[in-house]
């Protein structure tokens, strides 16, 4: 887990869900006022908001070729609970999909999920393959096939890993 550019537009939200919890430590923002407060859930919708940010860690996982880390409810069926309306600019004509309902989280990221499939960014949206970290990044390399949230980290225990699995 080292410092990377945000992902791009609404991505930057499904991103800094996915990182509330550190899978090394333990620690989960949404346990917090403040963790909570930043993705506008209360107390009563954590439980809800965690759900949401383990079904995205497992499609972010799928996005970096990597299976599950759990069962999980699936995304598509966590997002249709999230309805969106299409906005037309009347000034320049422009169309964007947007929340229906405006505010809950779901809907916020049923919205960044449509701008990024849109873009073509979605796919590019990936958890590090390392099983103690799953930690979200946006892949930036050109041929996207990053593994590791961090090369300098994760990718080189997985590297001395297979070193020393040889040297036995």
Do not use: I
């Amino acid at each position: 887990m080292t410092e990377r550019s945000p992902a791009p537009g609404g991505l930057t939200l499904v991103e800094a869900l996915v990182n509330t919890l550190d899978m090394e430590s333990g620690a989960d923002a949404l346990d917090t006022a403040e963790g909570r407060e930043r993705f506008g859930v209360t107390a009563e919708e954590a439980d809800r908001a965690r759900t949401l940010r383990e079904s995205l860690r497992a499609t972010l996982l799928a996005h970096a070729g990597h299976p599950p880390h759990r069962d999980v409810t699936p995304l598509g069926a966590l997002l249709a609970e999230a309805p969106l309306l299409v906005t037309v600019d009347a000034a320049d004509g422009s169309a964007t999909l947007a929340p229906a309902d405006g505010r809950s989280l779901h809907a916020r990221v049923a919205a960044a999920v449509a701008d990024a499939l849109v873009a073509g960014t979605w796919t590019r949206l990936k958890a590090c393959a390392a099983a103690d970290c799953h930690w979200a990044y946006y892949d930036r390399s050109p041929a996207g096939r990053g593994r590791w949230c961090s090369m300098q980290v994760c990718g080189a225990r997985a590297k001395m890993r297979r070193y020393r699995a040889k040297e036995v």
